[in-house]
């Protein structure tokens, strides 16, 4: 049977691992609250953005020289990945990791793929899979704003309007609630016009011409729509980070129960084998 010293030890290490989990915790929950509440405000407008920006996109002939919205034969792709800077967080940031391997290696395994990383988790394992990792953002979380996005959406479209991209995805966990993260795979170049013209909203009056307001709208939707799925994954997050740390610290209150059960067991058979012990020497004394 275990020494009762090791027991003991045992219980204290695991007793300072659910103090741990449990202020992880509580830390996730108060950066998820703020997270949350800014994804939720945001995406009312983001949504309605993108919705006027396909409608008018749509009402476009494909000869109007809409830049971000040319097809081309998908040769070269880029992804836009989406992860997180620190772990402890489930399968939030190898989710992510998986999904673009397998998009990249089955999907899209007759072109050129390339990578532009946002997280270190993505940017520290991508490479050493061999895949191209033309630049990576993982500063970013220091302080999200919607400027620094801006960089990021003006540089993706500057090579996609100059062909050195036919086709770009934004892959990412998007927040539905603190238990539940959804990838996504979504379409950000080029941008996407509904295939039935007659489920577009037509009932605009355009001032300026039609052309100039998609010229100056389809560059700040971009810039929302990668802006949008960066504060989903940040939300998605801390949501994965707290559903972790809850589901650790009851794995490790329950293990700590097993333990206190088991040294007391321990003990318990310790005290009755020197109870038998001075009852047989003091039989011994008495014969």
């Given amino acids: 049977m275990a020494n009762l010293k090791e027991i003991r030890i045992r219980i204290s290490s695991v007793e300072s691992t659910i103090q ?3 202020a992880m915790k ?3 929950a108060a950066k998820l609250k703020r997270a949350q509440d800014a994804i939720i405000q945001l995406r009312p407008y983001a949504n309605k953005l993108t919705e006027m920006l396909v409608n008018l996109s749509a009402s476009l002939d494909s000869g109007d020289g809409n830049t971000f919205s040319k097809e081309r034969e998908e040769k070269n792709i880029l992804f836009v990945t989406i992860t997180s800077n620190r772990g ?3 399968g939030f940031n190898s989710n992510i990791i998986k999904r673009t391997t397998a998009l990249i290696k089955q999907e899209f395994e007759n ?4 990578i532009i990383s946002i997280g270190k988790k993505s940017s520290e394992d991508f490479p050493k899979k061999g895949f191209n990792v033309i630049s990576t953002h993982d500063d970013l979380y220091n302080e999200i704003t919607f400027e620094a996005v801006s960089e990021i959406a003006e540089s993706i479209m500057n090579d996609f309007a100059n062909a050195k991209y036919d086709k770009v995805f934004l892959v990412y966990n998007q927040f539905k609630n603190a238990a539940t993260q959804i990838i996504m795979n979504e379409n950000y170049l080029p941008v996407e ?3 039935d013209e007659s489920a577009t909203i037509g009932d ?3 001032e300026p011409s039609k052309e100039e307001i998609v010229d100056v709208l389809i560059p700040k939707s971009l810039k929302t729509q990668l802006f949008k799925a960066i504060l989903d994954s940040h939300a998605a997050e801390h949501g994965a980070r707290m559903t972790a740390m809850h589901k650790a610290t009851d794995n490790a209150n329950d293990l700590k129960d097993d333990l206190t ?3 007391n067991k321990a003990r318990q058979a310790a005290i009755t084998g020197e109870i038998l012990e001075i009852v047989g020497g003091a039989e011994a004394l008495n014969g």
């Fill in 204 to 206: 605009y009056i355009f």
């Fill in 193 to 195: 016009t509904p295939e």
């Fill in 88 to 90: 402890l967080c489930g």
């Fill in 111 to 114: 072109c050129n793929s390339s």
């Fill in 20 to 22: 741990i989990t449990s």
């Fill in 26 to 28: 509580m830390v996730s």
């Fill in 261 to 263: 059960l088991f040294y």
